[in-house]
């Protein structure tokens, strides 16, 4: 408020100095009249920002006056700074409106002086100096106001980027999470279902010989020892970056048979067939099929009786996993959390596959169907 207060008080001075020195039409009028138009323009320059309408509306009656009773140079100097102001800060239909009328008035004051003066080199002269003063300051605050809308715009459109960016770091790091926990679940579920059962078998039952305990802690330590290498393994790729990391040995279908035998070590009679001929399938199918498979295991293991039948089926354009157990009483050998059957169904899902598991006569059934067109290489 100061600068601008300073700003108006430099113009009226100046004002005041081009009226001392004639800068103005002789009308045998006192030159202490144009002093009162020329502070009502100086006026309209404090309210410039905050009011911008009041601004032209005080210039207005002040270059009317002016006109009226000179004109004066210093008057219509100011006058341009409230047309300029008034584009700029005012409404933008304002500045359209002001955009037409001053250019109807150029061409008007320069007709009318050519009327009267009958000669038509002064209508020209005059038409460029109306233009000048009324339609050049109105087109610098649109083009002006135009570059500083686009630039708002511009600052805008690059925060909605980067909230959007943002947004998309966290769902990637939300989706590795899930990434990350779904593997640790499935590699180390089975291994620790396995060590539960047979350490409660072994605590629960009073009757059993050294030899049979013995063969129980060493499938215990067995299970402990894969479910801490595959973590090592785990945590070793994580820790990998960039080009620097590579591919690690990842869990195949084809070797569907160890979980089996796992199970069967674990305590469950468990029957296993491969239908088909076994080929190449894509890496990401190869992954999800074992880890289907592991966890539909390890279900059965926790949950039903120690007799399951595990298929896997090798189709023309699609492998078909299929694990059925019997579940002869309601209550759960172990305590789960529930994720197992969410997480299978993700799995499929993410490789555009099929996914439905449930009671199936007296025994519970899961069964997954995995694109794998042939020719594929993992």
Same mark, same amino acid.
């Given at each position: 408020?100061?600068?601008?207060?300073?700003?108006?008080?430099?113009?009226?001075?100046?004002?005041?100095?081009?009226?001392?020195?004639?800068?103005?039409?002789?009308?045998?009028?006192?030159?202490?009249?144009?002093?009162?138009?020329?502070?009502?323009? @100086?006026?309209?320059?404090?309210?410039?920002?905050?009011?911008?309408?009041? @601004?032209?509306?005080?210039?207005?009656?002040?270059?009317?006056?002016? +006109?009226?009773?000179?004109?004066?140079?210093?008057?219509?100097?100011?006058?341009?700074?409230?047309?300029?102001?008034?584009?700029?800060?005012?409404?933008?239909?304002?500045?359209?409106?002001?955009?037409?009328?001053?250019?109807?008035?150029?061409?008007?004051?320069?007709?009318?002086?050519?009327? +009267?003066?009958?000669?038509?080199?002064?209508?020209?002269?005059?038409?460029?100096?109306?233009?000048?003063?009324?339609?050049?300051?109105?087109?610098?605050?649109?083009?002006? #106001?135009?570059?500083?809308?686009?630039?708002?715009?511009?600052?805008?459109?690059?925060?909605?980027?980067?909230?959007?960016?943002?947004?998309? #770091?966290?769902?990637?790091?939300?989706?590795?999470?899930?990434?990350?926990?779904?593997?640790?679940?499935?590699?180390?579920?089975?291994?620790?279902?396995?060590?539960?059962?047979?350490?409660?078998?072994?605590?629960?039952?009073?009757?059993?010989?050294?030899?049979?305990?013995?063969?129980?802690?060493?499938?215990?330590?067995?299970?402990?020892?894969?479910?801490?290498?595959?973590?090592?393994?785990?945590?070793?790729?994580?820790?990998?970056?960039?080009?620097?990391?590579?591919?690690?040995?990842?869990?195949?279908?084809?070797?569907?048979?160890?979980? +089996?035998?796992?199970?069967?070590?674990?305590?469950?009679?468990?029957?296993?067939?491969?239908?088909?001929?076994?080929?190449?399938?894509?890496?990401?199918?190869?992954?999800?099929?074992? #880890?289907?498979?592991?966890?539909?295991?390890?279900?059965?293991?926790?949950?039903?009786?120690?007799?399951?039948?595990?298929?896997?089926?090798?189709?023309?354009?699609?492998?078909?996993?299929?694990?059925?157990?019997?579940?002869?009483?309601?209550?759960?050998?172990?305590?789960?959390?529930?994720?197992?059957?969410?997480?299978?169904?993700?799995?499929?899902?993410?490789?555009?596959?099929?996914?439905?598991?449930?009671?199936?006569?007296?025994?519970?059934?899961?069964?997954?169907?995995?694109?794998?067109?042939?020719?594929?290489?993992?």
């Amino acid at each position: 408020m100061k600068r601008v207060a300073l700003g108006a008080g430099l113009a009226f001075a100046t004002g005041l100095v081009l009226i001392a020195g004639g800068a103005h039409f002789q009308r045998g009028l006192p030159e202490w009249w144009l002093a009162g138009p020329l502070a009502l323009t @100086c006026a309209a320059v404090l309210v410039r920002r905050r009011a911008p309408l009041l @601004c032209l509306g005080l210039g207005t009656v002040g270059i009317a006056l002016d +006109v009226a009773v000179g004109p004066s140079l210093g008057t219509i100097l100011v006058f341009t700074d409230n047309l300029y102001a008034a584009a700029l800060y005012g409404p933008v239909r304002l500045a359209r409106w002001l955009l037409g009328v001053s250019s109807v008035l150029a061409v008007v004051v320069g007709a009318v002086t050519g009327f +009267v003066e009958g000669d038509w080199l002064v209508p020209a002269v005059m038409g460029i100096q109306a233009g000048l003063v009324l339609v050049t300051p109105v087109l610098t605050a649109m083009v002006l #106001r135009e570059q500083r809308d686009r630039a708002a715009a511009e600052r805008e459109r690059a925060e909605q980027v980067a909230r959007l960016a943002e947004l998309d #770091r966290q769902a990637a790091v939300a989706a590795e999470r899930t990434r990350m926990a779904r593997e640790l679940h499935d590699m180390i579920a089975n291994h620790f279902s396995a060590i539960a059962i047979q350490s409660t078998a072994a605590l629960s039952r009073k009757d059993l010989d050294r030899a049979t305990v013995q063969k129980i802690m060493e499938s215990v330590r067995e299970n402990s020892l894969k479910g801490m290498a595959e973590m090592r393994a785990m945590i070793g790729l994580l820790r990998q970056e960039g080009d620097e990391a590579e591919e690690a040995t990842r869990p195949r279908l084809a070797d569907a048979e160890s979980l +089996v035998d796992r199970a069967r070590r674990a305590g469950m009679e468990a029957e296993f067939r491969v239908e088909g001929e076994p080929r190449e399938i894509p890496a990401a199918v190869d992954l999800a099929g074992y #880890r289907i498979l592991q966890e539909a295991l390890t279900n059965a293991l926790k949950h039903g009786d120690p007799l399951v039948e595990v298929v896997v089926s090798y189709g023309p354009e699609q492998v078909s996993l299929t694990v059925v157990n019997a579940v002869q009483g309601s209550d759960a050998r172990l305590p789960g959390a529930g994720a197992g059957l969410i997480g299978m169904r993700e799995r499929a899902s993410l490789v555009e596959g099929s996914f439905e598991a449930g009671p199936r006569g007296d025994g519970w059934r899961v069964a997954a169907v995995l694109p794998a067109a042939p020719g594929e290489k993992s």
